[in-house]
């Protein structure tokens, strides 16, 4: 990727943040910026008249001009060097890191489109001629738009129900609803308990595409997107035995009843009308009901089936895979500077700074980091838990490792003659450190980054998976796979956690492992 392609997406990147926020549109990954300012303490300003947000309006501009310079010097730059091009060369042959590389820019680019991909808001509704964009508004719509009435008419709307009330012909209303691909929200949308249907064969009931009887408990629905049962059976060896419980419309409970082998034993009806007209009333066919964690049910579009509960599996893991960019994204720019800064400085100045530094990261050094976690997680309130903090106490231990290479290389290259030319050309502190001395450890920065991003995703993993990382509201791999192991026979759950997160660390390992090779400063380097 070159520099003039980063400069344009950070461009693009600013102009749609601040664009949305002005004109109120909820573009996909740009939004992030002035949803993080209103949501995290202290990141935006309150007067009497409202509230500035100014950490979204600072990351506008900050993308703006940092991809305005980035262009402007890809065209006013020379011509490239010669060493860098015979590393991306030999990147490119190593074939196993450099398409670990695209599909890694592939995931990052699905991640990108955001609730285009997965939410459980419409990305476009034409209701009685009219089209509306509910995932990209920022206020969200009630079902009085969509001439829902009752109680749904000041809440929220389901587009789901509205979609199928609609292809049903259920409402008089005529249109249409575009849902995204994976149709549920990450974390703010749990499910009713799922079902599947059942098939009838000689009398004996089983799930559609199963041989063996069924066994538990099956229901027939008012509505089945709303979870609303009109009578719950029990069956063993696919025969109803047992209990069976019937609610009226409003849901109430009016029926009882019991089964032996199939055959009614007795029953009992206290509702309006008689029991031969709530037992006729218009419901769906017998299906089998599956409570959280429910397995995959592709007809549900439930591909990996729901949690405990009740998000569903695959559009938890997309927003776990966000959050791990997000978190990307923030820490390694601010660790590699802070990193990169002490650490030459170090190097290069010695003395009495160098130990100063010295102490102080051995003293950071021996800190355990997840007693500082815990106490962390305990004393911040619930309401400023977030991202920000987690990443906060990564960072404070984060720098470290990349100070001490940068301090090796600064200590190795202070005293070579190109440095001594540059102090004879009158050049400053600042322009021997950024100018000259940094450029010569680019192979050692470009090769921890990978790393570093492997660490950094394992760090927050294992966090949420022993309780002390993100709060719920996040979708995180960690509290994902603490799920599938409190609930060992939901198998889905452990299996497709595992799989991604490996798979992720995979492909940044054969990234890392290339860059490594491709950087080593043995095959190239600026001097000789």
């Known amino acids: 990727m070159s520099v003039r392609t980063i400069g344009i997406f950070a461009l693009i990147l600013g102009l749609l943040a601040a664009l949305g926020e002005w004109r109120g549109i909820d573009f996909p990954t740009a939004r992030w910026f002035f949803d993080a300012s209103r949501e995290v303490f202290g990141l935006k300003w309150k007067y009497a008249g409202g509230e500035f947000l100014w950490f979204g309006w600072l990351s506008s501009l900050l993308l703006m001009a940092g991809g305005i310079s980035f262009i402007v010097a890809s065209f006013t730059a020379g011509p490239p060097n010669p060493v860098t091009l015979r590393r991306i060369r030999r990147f490119k042959e190593i074939k196993r890191g450099y398409y670990s590389l695209l599909i890694l820019l592939g995931l990052m680019a699905l991640a990108a489109l955001d609730q285009v991909v997965v939410g459980k808001e419409a990305l476009a509704v034409r209701y009685n001629g009219k089209w509306v964009y509910p995932a990209f508004t920022p206020t969200p719509f009630k079902g009085s738009d969509f001439g829902i009435t009752g109680e749904g008419a000041d809440a929220p709307v389901n587009y789901r129900k509205l979609e199928l009330d609609l292809q049903s012909g259920k409402t008089e209303a005529r249109g249409k609803v575009i849902m995204p691909l994976v149709p549920f929200g990450a974390t703010d949308d749990t499910l009713q308990p799922r079902s599947k249907s059942l098939v009838e064969r000689e009398g004996i009931y089983a799930e559609a595409g199963a041989r063996k009887p069924f066994f538990g408990l099956a229901a027939k629905y008012h509505d089945i997107e709303e979870g609303r049962v009109h009578l719950r059976y029990t069956l063993r060896r696919g025969k109803l035995n047992g209990p069976v419980d019937g609610w009226d419309a409003s849901g109430e409970r009016v029926y009882s009843a019991e089964y032996m082998n199939g055959n009614i034993l007795k029953e009992n009806y206290n509702g309006a009308g008689t029991r031969e007209g709530f037992l006729a009333m218009d419901s769906s066919e017998l299906r089998a009901m599956k409570y959280h964690p429910a397995p995959p049910l592709p007809k549900e579009k439930n591909w990996l089936g729901t949690t405990s509960q009740g998000y569903d599996v695959l559009a938890y893991l997309y927003g776990g895979l966000q959050v791990n960019f997000k978190a990307a994204l923030i820490f390694l720019p601010i660790v590699y500077v802070v990193g990169i800064t002490l650490g030459m400085m170090m190097g290069y100045f010695g003395s009495w700074f160098d130990l100063v530094m010295d102490r102080l990261i051995e003293v950071f050094s021996n800190i355990p980091f997840l007693f500082v976690v815990i106490i962390f997680a305990s004393m911040v309130p619930e309401q400023?838990?977030?991202?920000?903090?987690?990443?906060?106490?990564?960072?404070?231990?984060?720098?470290?490792?990349?100070?001490?290479?940068?301090?090796?290389?600064?200590?190795?290259?202070?005293?070579?003659?190109?440095?001594?030319?540059?102090?004879?050309?009158?050049?400053?502190?600042?322009?021997?450190?950024?100018?000259?001395?940094?450029?010569?450890?680019?192979?050692?920065?470009?090769?921890?980054?990978?790393?570093?991003?492997?660490?950094?995703?394992?760090?927050?993993?294992?966090?949420?998976?022993?309780?002390?990382?993100?709060?719920?509201?996040?979708?995180?791999?960690?509290?994902?796979?603490?799920?599938?192991?409190?609930?060992?026979?939901?198998?889905?759950?452990?299996?497709?956690?595992?799989?991604?997160?490996?798979?992720?660390?995979?492909?940044?390992?054969?990234?890392?492992?290339?860059?490594?090779?491709?950087?080593?400063?043995?095959?190239?380097?600026?001097?000789?």
Do not use: C, Q
Request: net charge positive.
């Open 384 to 528: 400023f838990k977030g991202l920000p903090i987690i990443l906060a106490i990564l960072i404070l231990f984060g720098w470290m490792g990349i100070s001490g290479l940068m301090r090796t290389a600064a200590y190795r290259d202070k005293e070579r003659d190109y440095i001594a030319a540059a102090r004879v050309l009158g050049a400053g502190t600042p322009r021997i450190i950024f100018r000259h001395l940094l450029p010569n450890t680019l192979a050692i920065i470009v090769t921890l980054i990978p790393f570093t991003v492997s660490s950094l995703i394992s760090s927050l993993t294992a966090l949420d998976y022993l309780g002390f990382g993100l709060p719920p509201k996040y979708a995180t791999w960690g509290r994902l796979l603490n799920d599938g192991l409190a609930n060992l026979s939901a198998s889905w759950l452990v299996s497709s956690t595992f799989f991604v997160l490996v798979s992720l660390l995979v492909l940044i390992t054969f990234i890392g492992e290339a860059v490594r090779e491709a950087f080593d400063p043995k095959k190239h380097s600026y001097y000789h």
